[in-house]
């Protein structure tokens, strides 16, 4: 009578408990052949099979045999498509809406959140990296175009380096805000003559700055005024400038910079760094991130640093195809925040309890998930660059290993913080990355709302993956449906029970007192 008969599939020990704890009743599922099973979506994390005890006198099971011909009022599922949605009654909660993918798979966030200035006016170049799906021909060669302005650019930031200047928007923090380990500034006194070989002439700056120059015209729509000789090249050209580009960032050739030269460079990234937001965390060395469009926990990731290699890579996109954004590429963050010369990024939660109006609660807790090995972008192995857990776990921690990073490889956000202010960036977390985080979230929401099969009686709990700029500035990776709750640390094992905990204050609680405590849910967006 009182609707207090739920339904648990997959390994949620914490919700089982909480809802027991309530007075609720499981409906337990079959053994065999269980009616909301379904193979799991590629955007979502798999949980751990675990084997628990959880009835050691068989109570559970006596009532659940009880209320076997009941409704279950509240569903809790790991996979979205496990209950069809169009099915369930008015009064059935359920953690999963519809048609999510627009948001999280990494095909749907690379189209979708082009579109926020529809919505919104956050800018999504400010906190997600540029994107593009190979499989479609237009964005296949949007990115070939997006690869060659970015190495144009890349060669001034060095030709800069190597004369013995900081290029604008690239500078290291200040020496007081670094950490012990963490990257040193780049050499500024390199000899024009350094590296294998002669020196590259000018012309090769020159080339770069006149692409840049228009660039920047067309930029502020001005491209109409250039001298299209001097702005446009051949995919020959193109092809002379990449090598002798390699030549210079990947094996350390000189450059012959003019005085004139050295001042339109400086000149030019100035003004490019008005323009462009990602001008400072995209470095100088070309890095692209190759991501299979629906997989989750790191699956077929890998890194490039040369157009060739990212086209062989996902050389099944080549021609047009069913599915166009089988493979999307986006560009590698290359200037990340460092703790002790480690990559880490941050699984932050957020909790969707309406699309319409669209309701949005933010956890304040979050855990931090270290490389096992040094960052370095002269070597492009998962073991320095994907910080996954699925990942890291067969990766071999180095030797040398700083003594202060985490031997299982996560922190909480609170270890974090007190890491900022050992270094000298005390306000960050809260004056920056957390209003960065937000920010980014509603707006990967708003520009997917329309897509989103909205459901009254549904919620969902998602993980949103972050990386941050040497600046502090978040950068969106992607967004996980069905985030993982299977402890892999003491920080995830303290931190998966609060956040399961939270989340039936909010959904289950406030329902009968909408002034109870929510714990560390605290709604960001309403509309």
Not at 64 to 78: E, G, K
Not at 207 to 235: F, K, N, W, Y
Not at 355 to 370: D, G, K, M, Q
Request: proline letters at 8%; one cysteine or more.
């Amino acid at each position: 009578q009182e609707k207090k008969i739920f339904t648990v599939q997959g390994p949620y020990p914490v919700i089982r408990s909480l809802l027991r704890a309530r007075g609720w009743v499981e409906r337990k599922l079959p053994g065999v052949g269980r009616p909301l099973c379904a193979p799991c979506p590629p955007d979502e994390e798999e949980e751990e099979e675990e084997q628990w005890d959880e009835d050691p006198d068989g109570i559970h099971d006596l009532m659940s045999r009880l209320v076997r011909d009941q409704v279950p009022y509240f569903i809790w599922t790991n996979r979205c498509g496990a209950v069809d949605c169009r099915l369930l009654r008015q009064d059935q909660v359920v953690n999963h809406y519809a048609q999510v993918g627009a948001f999280t798979t990494k095909e749907g966030l690379c189209l979708n959140l082009r579109n926020l200035p529809w919505f919104d006016q956050a800018d999504p170049d400010t906190f997600f990296p540029r994107c593009y799906r190979l499989g479609a021909v237009d964005e296949r060669q949007a990115f070939i175009e997006d690869f060659r302005l970015t190495a144009a650019r890349s060669l001034l930031k060095v030709a800069l380096e190597k004369a013995g200047d900081v290029p604008v928007g690239t500078e290291q923090p200040p020496k007081s805000s670094k950490g012990p380990g963490e990257r040193p500034q780049m050499s500024l006194t390199m000899p024009p003559t350094a590296g294998p070989g002669p020196p590259l002439p000018p012309q090769l700056v020159e080339d770069a700055l006149q692409v840049c120059e228009h660039h920047l015209g067309s930029l502020g729509h001005q491209d109409i005024d250039g001298d299209p000789r001097s702005s446009r090249m051949t995919g020959a050209d193109w092809d002379r400038f990449l090598r002798e580009y390699y030549r210079v960032v990947h094996e350390g050739a000189g450059l012959v910079l003019s005085r004139a030269q050295r001042e339109r460079c400086w000149a030019l990234l100035q003004r490019l760094a008005g323009r462009l937001p990602q001008l400072g965390m995209e470095g100088d060395r070309n890095v692209w991130i190759l991501k299979p469009g629906a997989k989750s926990r790191g699956r077929g990731i890998v890194c490039a640093a040369q157009l060739e290699a990212v086209l062989r890579l996902a050389g099944g996109c080549a021609a047009p195809s069913a599915r166009a954004g089988e493979w999307v590429v986006q560009k590698y963050v290359e200037r990340p925040l460092l703790i002790f010369g480690t990559k880490f990024d941050v699984r932050q939660w957020f909790l969707v309890t309406s699309w319409n109006p669209l309701t949005v609660w933010f956890y304040r807790e979050s855990y931090l998930r270290f490389c096992s090995r040094p960052f370095s972008l002269h070597r492009l192995d998962p073991a320095r660059h994907l910080c996954n857990v699925s990942i890291q776990k067969h990766c071999r921690p180095a030797r040398g290993r700083h003594p202060q990073l985490p031997p299982d490889q996560t922190w909480s956000c609170q270890q974090l913080q007190a890491y900022l202010a050992q270094v000298g960036r005390a306000g960050a977390w809260h004056r920056v990355m957390v209003p960065g985080m937000k920010t980014a979230v509603v707006g990967a929401l708003r520009s997917a709302q329309d897509l989103v099969g909205s459901r009254k009686g549904s919620f969902e709990l998602y993980g949103a993956d972050f990386v941050f700029g040497e600046d502090c500035q978040p950068w969106l990776l992607e967004i996980n449906a069905s985030p993982t709750m299977a402890p892999s640390s003491a920080v995830t094992s303290r931190l998966c029970a609060s956040v399961q905990r939270d989340t039936l204050r909010v959904v289950i609680d406030r329902r009968d007192d909408p002034t109870c405590p929510t714990g560390a849910f605290e709604l960001i967006y309403k509309e």
